[in-house]
């Protein structure tokens, strides 16, 4: 019976170390990871968004990286973004190294083509040739609605949808949705 709990106990931790969502962030006692990236979406002109993304619009997904260490660090710092289906419509990185105690806001563009839904992936890695995670995993929603219209939440689907503003004010009020970015 023990034998079997460690065949399943192997299984799943090969399971987990193989799939990128669940890496562990290189971290060691007195040799803290990187700050938290917290990745924010700005407009072209560096405006944070607080409403939703329009299709065709230029936005900027932005990093905030700091280095902890008394040694320079080299990393890389990889963005993906995926559609509702999970495919992957853009794949970018930046590469460099970090001096001691300092601080780097890397920026990259993307343009939604369509409206939906999709999610944004920021990694912080060693380098290409070796990504062993630095900081873990950080995800954030992007909701692209036409000019003039809001992005809210299905309560009972939990899906979005694009809807003019005097609509979503009414289904919030009824409880039927929940606004996720507003203008």
Same mark, same amino acid.
């Given at each position: 019976?023990?034998?079997?709990?460690?065949?399943?106990i192997l299984?799943?931790?090969?399971?987990?170390?193989?799939?990128?969502? =669940?890496?562990?962030?290189?971290?060691?006692v007195n #040799?803290?990871?990187?700050?938290?990236?917290?990745?924010?979406?700005?407009?072209?002109?560096?405006?944070?968004i607080n409403?939703?993304?329009?299709?065709?619009?230029?936005?900027?997904?932005?990093?905030?990286?700091?280095?902890?260490?008394?040694?320079?660090?080299? #990393?890389?710092?990889?963005?993906?973004?995926?559609?509702?289906?999970?495919?992957?419509?853009?794949?970018?990185?930046?590469?460099?190294?970090?001096?001691?105690?300092?601080?780097?806001?890397?920026?990259?563009?993307?343009?939604?083509?369509?409206?939906?839904?999709?999610?944004?992936?920021?990694?912080?890695?060693?380098?290409?040739?070796?990504?062993?995670?630095?900081?873990?995993?950080?995800?954030?929603?992007? =909701?692209?609605?036409?000019?003039?219209?809001?992005?809210?939440?299905?309560?009972?689907?939990?899906?979005?949808?694009?809807?003019?503003?005097?609509?979503?004010?009414?289904?919030?009020?009824?409880?039927?949705?929940?606004? =996720?970015?507003?203008?």
């Amino acid at each position: 019976m023990k034998l079997q709990y460690l065949v399943i106990i192997l299984l799943t931790l090969s399971l987990i170390t193989e799939n990128p969502l =669940y890496a562990e962030a290189r971290c060691f006692v007195n #040799f803290p990871c990187y700050m938290p990236i917290h990745p924010e979406i700005l407009d072209s002109f560096g405006h944070q968004i607080n409403g939703s993304v329009s299709a065709g619009q230029q936005i900027q997904v932005v990093g905030y990286l700091t280095n902890d260490h008394d040694t320079n660090e080299t #990393f890389v710092y990889l963005l993906q973004i995926q559609d509702a289906n999970g495919v992957t419509l853009s794949l970018s990185w930046i590469a460099g190294n970090l001096d001691p105690y300092k601080s780097l806001t890397p920026a990259q563009s993307w343009i939604p083509s369509a409206n939906g839904t999709y999610s944004v992936y920021v990694f912080l890695w060693n380098s290409l040739s070796d990504p062993t995670p630095l900081q873990p995993l950080e995800f954030k929603t992007i =909701y692209v609605c036409d000019t003039g219209l809001v992005a809210v939440i299905k309560n009972h689907e939990n899906t979005s949808i694009c809807i003019k503003t005097d609509v979503a004010k009414k289904l919030v009020e009824q409880g039927l949705a929940d606004y =996720y970015y507003y203008i």
